[in-house]
Each structure stands twice: as structure tokens, then as C-alpha cells.
């Protein structure tokens, strides 16, 4: 026998122990003709599988093992195409419906497929009603061999493996221990596999049926009958208007050229045509469509990545960037010769995204689309957790041994026998697929239903889901849409519409808002806290050390800040301040201009490959993805070489190749095209005028929209020092949101911690139908709020417009004995009439009336809002800081070179590491005045790491430097206050 | 003339901490913390000294903690030391008075009624009482001496971490009126920002408020509170119910254990020996309880009420073994478990005019198996499930 079939992988979750590679390199040792790989109830393993069998030499067979409810197993094996659809349709089922009947099912239509059992109740319900049916016999079963005589079914001889080798049981074991909770002390005989469950060779199973020759070639004929090997039959798009598509799509393009351009120019017909033939020749224009659609359900979308290196997305509204204009490279989104689909991504507003989502799939049929599944994977920590916790380790010794192991990596601390077995199978099991979750944004349309071409189950969050991650998706020809939320869209949005309410409209047909000469000067100075993508600390000091604001300048600054690049930063600055440079080599001098001769994109990487090694447009492409994917090993030795080998051809100097190849090593992980680092540049734009002209409707929506990079005290101190009025909360201004009135920042309720949703709804419903809140007595006439509620609100100081001056003490019990009394009175059918609240209160609450510091006051205020509404939280400190000697922030300039004394208030940190492993800090202060940059080198930082968090002011002692134009204090200590 | 105050009550501020550095010294200049391994989120239960000096609290996130301090200690929950600690104080305190409540977490109320004429004053016996805790234990509780139990608590949360506050009969309300009012029991995080913002800081501002303020201020709970800050509290030294019968046998095993069957073998065993003290004593089981000790120091408890009485081994284990399962629901290593046969009693078992024969066997196996033991030692016959443990 030579073929193997009913084999799991690591895809069984939780239950399979070996990856298809693994499995198929033992085949190949053992001269297996076939394989075919059957996981519980899925097919996320398929792709996996095979592609590690197209080098093999030998021939996979798709299969899926499906479980009864009386856990017989029942193997399923795909003969042809019609035979995958069927599987991806009944896996589909079982995995969404609780009470799918597969036995029934497989009776019904079993076109294509061919199936095996060893149960014999179920070799009698389906004999005679599937046509390829086999009774299965097995290393551990062979009691179908009566019932197949009887019923003269075949036999066939399935593995029915779980594991390689015989100690992969206790990898199996844990596996097993993780899915149910329980440890493998406690697992019984039901939870696992048997101990013998491990891959036979083919000559053992030869020995082991020997008696039973017709099993064997039952196998083999299960084998010749299955060859199907192939799921990629072409891009599947959803059908858009039949032959029509191109029509339409040239139709559209030319509509909305028209309307982004004016007048369409010969250059701007030709690249038209350009792009459009290549689309054409594709089939990709259905694509277009429903992304032309989609676009068209949202307030403002952002589309980006490569796509927006496309005048067709640009004309169709998708993308937002004239790639003409900023001289885009079409190819790095598109080629005749490049094989992979089309990949837009589009951005829309967060809080639009899954009602837009809903919409999509509302559309074009929720039977047609599906989100893109992830392959959720032991990482190295939650390995170590999960195994130790199977071994019954408590929490407190695991993080213990998880501190020494990942943050001390001491691993030679750890000596115990226990654990030294746990760390073993902690790195057999990491990498292994755990569970299935949604990708961020990934979205699949069909032309027919969509569990006809893919397996298909439900998100917790009851999206239809496929069983693949991305690039199975794209390998199975399934082209994905990418639906992103983002918060700036939002931001820009609410401003927008903000300003609209004050009667100040922005036609954003005629917005130019990079070509803004005030906003270009607020970059280059670095004001952009609450800007789309350089907000941050690092970007805003790279802003004032270049001393650019313009668009191409931004676009470079977008992509260059990486992790990976920090060295090359230093030196563009150095560059564009005038330092005299050459280029890495002359074929590179036009290539990289734009960008001071310095990799900058992640077409450079291509470019370069091209113009220095002799790389084809793919082969370039390839090579990009393959670093961006940290996706070392063998691939990229290979295009290392090919690299190496390209330049020395070419005559390139060895140690230029050497150095080229080390920057393009700073691509991998994180890094950006130019077309997607131009459409973020463009909402930085959008977002940087809106700052600079509009400041208070910006700052907001940045407030109301949350989640930019600072906490909301970080904005609301920018906000003052941007001159802004900060006003309320307050019960007759406030909405939820916060909104701007002229200069003025009005603070939402949304701001007030703990404040129920039904109170602000509550009041501003009731204000908004029966007018202003007079006094306090108006407010108890008109609204019952919950103790928790007031209290929340008068901490606030929501009441402090309508008191005149009443401590916010005697607010509180005034209204709470208020409502009280209200509340007893609509209780009483008898009640007394009422007295006029007010006077009652007040005569009430003389006897209880304390005198409060107002420090307490501004404490609560401080709790309550996480920020004060009329100064900075440090005035909470205020006796001690006057006796504190130091410089204000604001006067740092002054005192360049010299040691000095802040007061400092944590706005926030970035930890990063040297090269020798050590942990040093970026850390951003502010005092009443200005915010400050400064750096906490490993040895400083190590000595006051532990004082660096949380809100509370500290002394922060250090020199003030000046690094390429930006002032940093390079500290040397920091105290508490 | 007034009569004396006599309920005492003692306090060991930071209990578990006490007691950690009460059984190891040298953790006394150390920072360190008690902390529920076992959580996911754990949160600081106790801190030493040297931790609240560094602004760690109770109730703190321990990893918070861990930033604040670094390589701060952190001690695992310690239920048996403590149930230890509690133990030795009410000895201590029962050669003074019968009448001892002992609470949990440090918490120790007497009521010395009657002693004086062979103790001397209460504020003396209160004394002699702490030093010989300090003496014995190395525990040294703050102790306060008052009319009831409500306001003793108070004078112990004034004064702690440690001291003696005595307050005369008549004189609570002026004790307590210029406390700081998150002193009096019951007031949580939640109440505590109603009185921070309605600006009641003392107690006394407390108990001047009027019902229907108090009401208002503080709903349903509002009447009790303000009582409460006049020092009114009803409530007896209760001793608790000691009177019920149980048989309990902990072991430990010598390193944690994991597997199932070797635990099972070691309740099998431990059964044998409640199973075999309970006949002799002619009782039987009415419910069964577990109590589970993991390697991380947290324990779980299940019991059970059994359908019938119980009285052999193999019924008594075969109910234990459920309550087991129940009990271990942690995937944490077992370091020792305790089995507690409860609700005893004499045999009520009618004899049937027809007794099933089963019974009857079993019954009789039983018997000769007690006197096998008893004659030969508890090794000398056993239930073949016990041999993996032996």
C-alpha cells in the first residue's frame, strides 16, 4: 500500500499534533504516492496542506473527517470539484447548525465525494445509497469486515492517525487537557486519542492488514478515484452587471475623472486607459464596481495601500490622492504579469464600520459574503501559560517562570525537572492553530453561495466567517475586500459637521487642504496633538527637526517613522538639513531622490531589486512581501542569493549590496507604500487644517471620538494652550459629545466617569423639550436621577451655572434630599402640597451645612472627569509646588545645554529597547505651560522605572539637549513631588 | 454610677501580612504583598509596612503593584496559618471569657461581663490579653474596650495599626463624632464618594443628619449608617455555633499531586479513617464535605447533603469521590485535602422486616473490616481503589 489516508493534523484543533509539513516529510520518507489529510470537521489546514505537497511529489487528497452525534467518525474524501463544493457546503452546515443530520445529508448528495466508515449503524444506513462508499477498517477497528461482507461493501484502510511518533501522545494529552480545561492528570480514557494512534508507514499497515489484501487496495482505489488537488479555478468576483462590467466601469471612471479633475488631459486619458486596459484584461472590473458601491454607503472613506496609486479608484472616489499629481507607482498595485488580485483597502469612519459592513452584506446577499477568518496560534507565552496550566502549575509560579523566561531570558534559571518537560511541549505546541477569529476587516463576496466555493461558520459576533485566513482566502481565488475602521475619519467628520451647525461650511470639492501654507507651518513647528497619524511624540519631534510641513514631505515622514528604521531616520534628517550625500549607487540616484537617497517605501525595495540584481517586476514583489512578512528562512535566503548573485552580475560592489540589502531588511514588519503612506498623508492633511483653522470643533471631535494616542487631560491641556475656552460640563450647554461653540470647547457628559447613559438622555430629552434648568429646584421638579447620578454630575460641577457659587457639597444633599422628597411624594396618594422645594431644602440643609475646602471639590472634579474643567490637575499640588524650584516648560528654550529642574506631569511613554537588550524610555511631561519631550536612557530608566506611571507630578531633573533642532531633556532623575 | 464598658475588641491590621512576618521576621523591612496567586487579575489582599510606604494598598491590581515596587514580594494566601493565628488567639482569650467571636481576617470580639472580679478591669484583662497574643503569636493587635462591638471596631480602625483605646460607657459618641467617616463599617468604596461629595467627612456629621436626610442622602441603608455613626449597635458577642459535630481528617501529600487517580486513592484512604472513627463512635454521615488545599495556597471547599445517611467505606467513598469532583475545580496540582463527615448521628436506620441481602453483606464485611484494622493497623486491610496512594 502507498497511500495514506485519514490522517489529522494540527488543524483538528486542539486534538492533531503534527503540521501537513511535518506529516508530508514522513510520507515522503516512506515513498507515500497519496495523502489525504482529514481534520475534524474543517478545512483550515487545506491550503496549508497543499502547498507543502506540491513539492512533495505526492498527491494530496482534500478530505474532512466528520463527527456524529454518537461520535462515529465518518471520513469524506473530494473526487472532484464538485466534490470540494459539496464539502465546503457540509462543513459549512455542520459547523452553523446544531442539528445538521450528516449522515442524511451525505445520502441526499454525495456527488463527488467518496465516503468511509468503520461504524457499522452507519455502513447499514447509508449501503447501497452513496456510490462510493467503503467500510473502513483501521489500526484499532476492524469490526465493518462482517458487516461489509454482509452488505458487500469495500474495505478500505484508514489510518485514523492522530500523531508521528508515539511520545507526540503527551503533546496530544495537553492539547486535549487545554480544550476542555481540565489538566492531564484529570483527563479520562473519552477525552483522548488511544496511545497507539500514531502514523503508520506504509509497510506496517501492509503487515497489519495482510490478511486483508482487499482493504489495501480498497485504499488505493479511494486513491486513484480522488484527484481533485487544485482549489484556485480563477478570481471569484461577485457577477456585477454580466458583460457589462467594463462598460460600466469605463463609464463611471470617466464621470468621476471629470468630477476630480475638471478637464480630462491627455495624460490623464492616457493613464485612464492604462490602467483600465489592464483591468479589462483581468476581469477586475466587477471588483471596482462593488468597491465604487460600498464607498458610496459611507460619510468619507479613506482607500489606501497600493490602491491608491490607481487614478480608476481615484476617479471612482475610492482612493483620494491623485496619483498623477504625486507620481504614484501604478505597479505596485497592479500588473499584466503579477498574479495576485487586486487588494484595496478602504478606511471608513469607526463608528460607521460594522453598520457598513451590515450594509455590504445586506446588499449583496448574506448567502454571498463572509469575513475573513485568523488562524488564532499558540504564541510563545500563551504556550508556556496553557501547557503549565495542564500540569496543574498554579498562575503565580507560571508568571513567575514567565517574568524569568520572556522579560529576564534567563533560561537557565530554570532547573526543575517539571518544568523543564513543560517548556519541552510548550514549544512543540507553539504555533499550533488554537481557534478561529475575524480578521479586522477582511470581506468576501460571491457570485453564487458562498459555502458552494468555501467553508463558512459564524463569528461570535454572527458574521458569516470562512475557515481561512487571508492567504488561504487568496489562494483559493477568493478576492478580498479590506473594510477598516479608523478614528480620524470620524474626527473629520464631526468637525465637519460641527462647524456646518455654526454655519460654516467647507465644500470638500474645492478643499485643498495640503496646499494650506498655515497648516504646512503648523506641521513643521510640530503642532499636531489630535492629527491623523502624527500626533505621536516621535513624529511630532521629527516634524521639528526636519522644519517640514508639506504634503511630499509628511508622505515621507509617514512611512519612514518604523521600528526597524530608526537608524536611517537620523541620517534623512541630517540629509535634508543640507549634509552632502551619495547616492547608495548611480542606478539608484533617480529611484530614490525624492527621499535623500534612503529606502523610504516599500516599492523602493522593488525598484532597487530591479535596477541593481536584474529582478523581475514579480520576482521584485515577491521579494518585498517576503521581508514586510518577516518571512525569513529558506524564502528569503533564497532571494537573498538571487539578490547577491543579481548585483555581482551587474557589477555592484559588494559591500553597496551589503549595505542596500541591510536597509531593505528595515521593511520588515511594519512599513508602508508610497500611494498608502500618500492617502494617510492626505487625512493628516484634512485633519491638520481642520486643527490649525477650526480648533475647537477639532479638538472636539477628537475628545468625543477618543482613542488617539493621548489621554483625554492631554488634549484638554493642548486645547487651553491652543487659547481655547474650555466650558462645562455643564447642564444647560453640555451634550453627550463634546462640540465647539466660536473659541469655546464645550465638554460632553460623555466626559463625566460613571454617569449612566439614561441620565444624559434623560436630561438633555428633557431639556430639549421643555427649555433651560433655572436653579436647582427646576432640576428636582423635572428629572429623577439616582443617587450615583447626581453624585457623578455635582462632582462634575454640571450645576455650578444655575448655583450661583453654592458649594457643590450643599448641591449634592440639596438635591438628593430633593428628590427624595419628590419621589415620597408621587409615592403618596394623600401627599401634602407641596412647598416650594427650594425654601424647604434651604432651611433643611442649614443644619448639615459644612464648609468645604474648594481643594476637596477639585479633587472629586479631578475623579470624576480624569481632568479639572479651569486649570491644569496640577494646581491640586499647589502648595507643594510653590515651594518647589524649578523652570517652566515654556522657558526650556532658554536653557539649552544647561541642567535643569521641571515639574513634570506623565502625559505618556514609549519603551523601547537598545540593541543590547536594555529598556530605555521616551517620555512626554507637561507642566502648566508646555509640553516636553525627554529620554530616560537604560541606566536612568532602570533606576526610576517604577515612579513613571500613573497621574501624579513628579521632579524631573536632566539636561536640556538639542538634537537636530528638537529640545529634549536628557533626564537624570525623576521624584515624586 | 455607668456600668463598664467590657466588649473588647482586637485587631490585626493587615492579617495576612502580620502573620507572614509573624512566621518568617526577616520579612518585616521588606515590601511585600498577599496575593491571590490564582486570580487572573489578582489584587493586593494585604501589604506589609514597608509596602504601604511605597503608596501599595489593599485592593491595589498586584501588577500595578509590581510596577510600583520592583521584584516586590508577593506572598500566596496562607488559610491554614490563619485559621492557626485565629485558633491560638481564642485560646488565649478563652482563659479570660467563654464569650469570644471570632471573625474572620484578625477580627476578635469578647465580652468580659462579669470577669472583673477575677480579671481587675477590662482595659487590664484587654491588655494582658494583647501581650500574651504578642507573646505567643507575634501577633500584636490594636485593641479597643467599649459597650458594644460597633464602636470597639471603630476605636481599633482609629488607632490602628497598633495601640489601646478604651472608652467609657456613655462617652462613644464623643469618641467616634471626630473620626473620619470611612472608619465606620459598611462604608465602601461607592458610599465613600456620596460622603466625599456631599462633604460629610467625620462621623459626627454622620449622626447629625435626620432621618429624612439620611434616607436621601443614602436610600435604604441610610437609617442604618447614621445609627451607626451614633455608636448604636445591638448586636451580642456571638459565640457561634460550636456545638455541631463533625470528624475531619486533612492530609498532606508530599509533593503536589495532578493525577486523579492518586488523589482519589488518598481520599479512599482518608475516608477509611474518618469512616472507621465515625462507626466507633455508632454515628453516621448525613453530609460530606471536601475542602481542597492546591499548591498556590487557595483552597476550594464542596459539601454535600447525601440522599441517606451514610455508614461504610465504600458508600462513604463513592459520595466523597462526587463531592471531589465537585470540589476540584481549579487546574491546580493538590497539595493536601481535608474530608469532614458532618451532621452526625446515631443510626436511625429502621431494621427492615426484610433487609436486603446486599445490606446486610455489606454490613457485615464492614464490621469484620473495622476489627481487622483495629487489631492489625489501618495497612493491614484496605479498599484496592487506596493501594496507589499506599
Known amino acids: 500500500m502507498r497511500s495514506l489516508l485519514g490522517v489529522r493534523s494540527f488543524y483538528s484543533l486542539l486534538y492533531g499534533v503534527c503540521s501537513p509539513a511535518e506529516i508530508m516529510r514522513k510520507a515522503s520518507e516512506w515513498k507515500v504516492t497519496s495523502l489525504a489529510i482529514s481534520d475534524r470537521e474543517n478545512l483550515y489546514g487545506v491550503h496549508d496542506f497543499l502547498e507543502v505537497a506540491k513539492d512533495s511529489g505526492i498527491r494530496p487528497i482534500v478530505s474532512v473527517e466528520f463527527v456524529t452525534r454518537q461520535s462515529a467518525s465518518l471520513f469524506v474524501f473530494v473526487r472532484d470539484r464538485k466534490g470540494f463544493s459539496r464539502v465546503c457546503r457540509l462543513v459549512s452546515t455542520v459547523r452553523t447548525e446544531h442539528e445538521f443530520d450528516i449522515v442524511n445529508a451525505l445520502i441526499e448528495n454525495s456527488q463527488g465525494l467518496v465516503v468511509a466508515t468503520d461504524d457499522v449503524t452507519l455502513l447499514e444506513a447509508m449501503a447501497h445509497r452513496i456510490p462510493f462508499l467503503f467500510a473502513a477498517v483501521t489500526p484499532r477497528s476492524l469490526g465493518s469486515i462482517p458487516c461489509a461482507r454482509r452488505l458487500g461493501l469495500p474495505l478500505a484502510a484508514l489510518e485514523d492517525s492522530v500523531f508521528i511518533e508515539p511520545e507526540d501522545m503527551t503533546i496530544h494529552s495537553v492539547l486535549r487537557a487545554i480544550a476542555l480545561g481540565k489538566t492531564v492528570g484529570s483527563l479520562d480514557m473519552n477525552d483522548r486519542c488511544p496511545t497507539d494512534a500514531r502514523l503508520l508507514s506504509p509497510e506496517e499497515m501492509d503487515k497489519l492488514f495482510s490478511s486483508w489484501p482487499q482493504a489495501l487496495e480498497g485504499t488505493e482505489r479511494i486513491a486513484e478515484l480522488c484527484t481533485f488537488d487544485t482549489i484556485f479555478d480563477g478570481f471569484i468576483f461577485p457577477d456585477y452587471m454580466g458583460k457589462q462590467a467594463f462598460q460600466e466601469l469605463r463609464k463611471r471612471v470617466l464621470t468621476g475623472a471629470e468630477k476630480r479633475y475638471g478637464e480630462i488631459s491627455d495624460a490623464i486619458m492616457d493613464r485612464i486607459d492604462y490602467e483600465l486596459d489592464i483591468i479589462g484584461q483581468k476581469g477586475f472590473a466587477p471588483y471596482f464596481l462593488v468597491m465604487d458601491d460600498i464607498v458610496a454607503m459611507a460619510s468619507r472613506t479613506c482607500g489606501r495601500g497600493s490602491a491608491a496609486a490607481s487614478i480608476v479608484s481615484y476617479s471612482l472616489g475610492i482612493t483620494n490622492v491623485d496619483p498623477i499629481a504625486h507620481n504614484l507607482y501604478f505597479e505596485r498595485f497592479l500588473t499584466v504579469s503579477r498574479p495576485d488580485p487586486p487588494d484595496i483597502d478602504v478606511d471608513f469612519a469607526w463608528d460607521e464600520r460594522d453598520e457598513l459592513l451590515n450594509k455590504v452584506i445586506e446588499r449583496f446577499g448574506r448567502d454571498r459574503c463572509a469575513r475573513v477568518g485568523n488562524h488564532n496560534r499558540f504564541r510563545a507565552r500563551c504556550a508556556l501559560r496553557e501547557t503549565a496550566k495542564a500540569y496543574g502549575i498554579p498562575d503565580a509560579t507560571i508568571s513567575q517562570a514567565e517574568r524569568t523566561l520572556f522579560e529576564q531570558q534567563n533560561i537557565d534559571a530554570i532547573d526543575d525537572p517539571l518544568w523543564k518537560q513543560v517548556l519541552t511541549i510548550a514549544k512543540r505546541i507553539e504555533g499550533l492553530p488554537r481557534g478561529i477569529s475575524m480578521h479586522c476587516g477582511g470581506l468576501v463576496i460571491t457570485p453564487g453561495p458562498i459555502a458552494d466555493f468555501a467553508p463558512v461558520e459564524r463569528s461570535a459576533q454572527g458574521f458569516p466567517l470562512l475557515g481561512w485566513e487571508k492567504e488561504g482566502t487568496e489562494a483559493a481565488g477568493l478576492v478580498k475586500l479590506d473594510l477598516l475602521g479608523n478614528r480620524s475619519l470620524a474626527v473629520i467628520r464631526d468637525t465637519l459637521q460641527n462647524l456646518h451647525r455654526q454655519g460654516i461650511i467647507i465644500d470638500e470639492h474645492t478643499w485643498r487642504p495640503a496646499e494650506d501654507k498655515i497648516t504646512q507651518e503648523a506641521l513643521a513647528q510640530g503642532d499636531s496633538m489630535g492629527v491623523f497619524y502624527i500626533e505621536s511624540p516621535a513624529m511630532r519631534q521629527l516634524q521639528i527637526k526636519t522644519g517640514k510641513g508639506d504634503f511630499d514631505h509628511i508622505v515621507i515622514h509617514s512611512s519612514i517613522i518604523r521600528p526597524a528604521a530608526n537608524k536611517y531616520i537620523a541620517e534623512y534628517v541630517r540629509r535634508l538639513k543640507g549634509g552632502s550625500w551619495n547616492p547608495l549607487h548611480p542606478r539608484l540616484s533617480t529611484i530614490l531622490a525624492e527621499t535623500y537617497g534612503i529606502l523610504c517605501y516599500q516599492e523602493d525595495v522593488s525598484k532597487t531589486a530591479v535596477a541593481l540584481a536584474g529582478f523581475s517586476e514579480a520576482d521584485a514583489d515577491t521579494l518585498r512581501k517576503i521581508i514586510s512578512k518577516k518571512a525569513g528562512g529558506t524564502k528569503l535566503h533564497y532571494y537573498k542569493e538571487q539578490f547577491f548573485n543579481g548585483c555581482a552580475a551587474n557589477k555592484v560592489e559588494s559591500h553597496t549590496a551589503e549595505e542596500i540589502w541591510s536597509m531593505m531588511l528595515s521593511f520588515d514588519g511594519y512599513s508602508f507604500c508610497k500611494p498608502h503612506s500618500a492617502s494617510y498623508a492626505m487625512v493628516s492633511f484634512q485633519s491638520a487644517y481642520l486643527r490649525t483653522h477650526y480648533p475647537a470643533a477639532f479638538m472636539a471631535a477628537v475628545l468625543s471620538n477618543q482613542g488617539g494616542y493621548y489621554r483625554a487631560q492631554a488634549y484638554i491641556s493642548e486645547a487651553r494652550r491652543m487659547g481655547l475656552s474650555i466650558d462645562g460640563p455643564d447642564i444647560n450647554r453640555s451634550m453627550r459629545r463634546y462640540y465647539a461653540q466660536g473659541s469655546s470647547l464645550v465638554i460632553g457628559f460623555m466626559a463625566i466617569g460613571n454617569l449612566t447613559k439614561t441620565a444624559v438622555s434623560t436630561l438633555i430629552s428633557e431639556r430639549q423639550t421643555n427649555g433651560y434648568f433655572i436653579d436647582l429646584n427646576d432640576v428636582i421638579s423635572r428629572i429623577a436621577f439616582s443617587t450615583e447620578d447626581v453624585v457623578s454630575l455635582v462632582a462634575a460641577g454640571v450645576f455650578d451655572s444655575i448655583v450661583k457659587q453654592m458649594p457643590r457639597t450643599l448641591q449634592a444633599r440639596t438635591l438628593l434630599a430633593g428628590m427624595h422628597k419628590m419621589a415620597l411624594q408621587r409615592q403618596s396618594l394623600f401627599a401634602e402640597p407641596a412647598l416650594p422645594v427650594s425654601r424647604l431644602l434651604q432651611k433643611e440643609s442649614q443644619a448639615i451645612a459644612l464648609s468645604i475646602p474648594n481643594q476637596n471639590e477639585l479633587r472629586e472634579e479631578f475623579a470624576t472627569l480624569g481632568f479639572l474643567r479651569r486649570s491644569h490637575p496640577l494646581l491640586l499640588w499647589a502648595s507643594q509646588i510653590a515651594k518647589l524650584k524649578r523652570i517652566r516648560a515654556c522657558d526650556i528654550p532658554a536653557w539649552e545645554g544647561r541642567f535643569v529642574t521641571l515639574l513634570g506631569w506623565p502625559v505618556t511613554q514609549k519603551e523601547i529597547w537598545t540593541k543590547d537588550g536594555l529598556a530605555m524610555n521616551f517620555v512626554s511631561f507637561e507642566d502648566e505651560t508646555a509640553l516636553y519631550e525627554t529620554v530616560l536612557f537604560p541606566q536612568t530608566y532602570q533606576r526610576f522605572r517604577n515612579i513613571l506611571f500613573g497621574q501624579k507630578p513628579l521632579i524631573v531633573r536632566g539636561s536640556v539637549q538639542n538634537e537636530q533642532g528638537a529640545l529634549s531633556i536628557e533626564v537624570r532623575s525623576v521624584t515624586p513631588l | ?390
Not at chain 2, 479597643?144 to 456613655?170: D, E, F, H, Q, Y
Not at chain 2, 449608617?225 to 460550636?242: E, F, W, Y
Open chain 2, 1 to 390: 454610677m455607668m456600668p463598664q464598658s467590657s466588649i473588647v475588641h482586637l485587631n490585626i491590621t493587615d492579617f495576612a501580612a502580620a502573620i507572614a512576618i509573624a512566621k518568617d521576621r526577616s520579612l518585616a523591612d521588606v515590601p511585600f504583598v498577599v496575593a491571590k496567586a490564582g486570580a487572573a487579575r489578582a489584587i493586593v489582599l494585604a501589604v506589609s509596612n514597608k509596602a504601604r510606604e511605597e503608596g501599595i494598598y489593599s485592593g491595589l491590581p498586584l501588577t500595578h503593584a509590581q510596577r510600583m515596587v520592583k521584584n516586590l514580594k508577593v506572598l500566596s494566601p496562607d488559610p491554614r496559618a490563619y485559621t492557626i493565628a485565629h485558633r491560638s488567639m481564642e485560646e488565649i482569650a478563652s482563659t479570660y471569657t467563654p464569650t469570644i467571636q471570632n471573625d474572620s481576617g484578625g477580627h476578635l470580639y469578647l465580652d468580659l461581663a462579669g470577669t472583673s472580679s477575677l480579671f481587675g478591669p477590662h482595659i487590664d484583662c484587654a491588655i494582658h490579653i494583647r501581650n500574651e497574643i504578642n507573646r505567643r503569636i507575634g501577633l500584636t493587635p490594636s485593641v479597643a474596650v467599649a459597650a458594644n462591638k460597633l464602636v470597639a471596631k471603630i476605636a481599633t480602625r482609629a488607632i490602628r495599626p497598633a495601640g489601646i483605646v478604651g472608652i467609657r460607657s456613655g462617652e462613644e459618641a464623643d469618641f467616634i463624632a471626630p473620626q473620619d467617616a470611612l472608619l465606620l463599617p459598611g462604608v465602601g468604596p461607592a458610599m465613600a464618594k456620596i460622603l466625599s461629595v456631599t462633604g460629610l467627612r467625620e462621623i459626627g456629621e454622620l449622626a447629625a443628619l435626620q432621618d429624612h436626610e439620611a434616607l436621601a442622602l443614602f436610600g435604604k441603608k441610610g437609617l442604618v449608617l447614621r445609627d451607626s455613626a451614633k455608636g448604636i449597635d445591638c448586636s451580642k458577642v456571638s459565640a457561634g455555633n460550636l456545638s455541631q459535630r463533625k470528624i475531619r481528617r486533612t492530609v498532606d501529600f508530599s509533593e503536589p499531586l495532578l493525577d486523579q487517580t492518586a488523589i482519589q486513592a488518598a481520599l479512599a484512604t482518608t475516608i477509611e479513617d474518618v469512616g472507621l472513627e465515625m462507626r466507633q463512635s455508632k454515628l453516621e454521615a448525613g453530609s460530606v464535605g471536601i475542602n481542597i488545599l492546591y499548591a498556590d495556597g487557595v483552597q476550594t471547599a464542596c459539601q454535600e447533603k447525601c440522599f441517606r445517611p451514610l455508614q461504610f467505606d465504600t458508600e462513604l467513598v463513592e459520595a466523597a469521590c462526587n463531592v471531589l469532583c465537585r470540589a476540584a475545580t481549579r487546574r491546580v496540582r493538590i497539595r493536601g485535602l481535608a474530608v469532614t463527615l458532618a451532621d452526625l448521628d446515631a443510626p436511625s436506620r429502621q431494621a427492615d422486616l426484610f433487609t436486603p441481602e446486599k445490606l446486610e453483606r455489606i454490613g457485615r464485611l464492614q464490621v469484620a473490616v473495622d476489627r481487622s484494622r483495629l487489631q492489625f493497623g489501618p495497612e493491614a486491610i484496605t479498599l484496592a481503589c487506596s493501594l496507589f496512594h499506599a
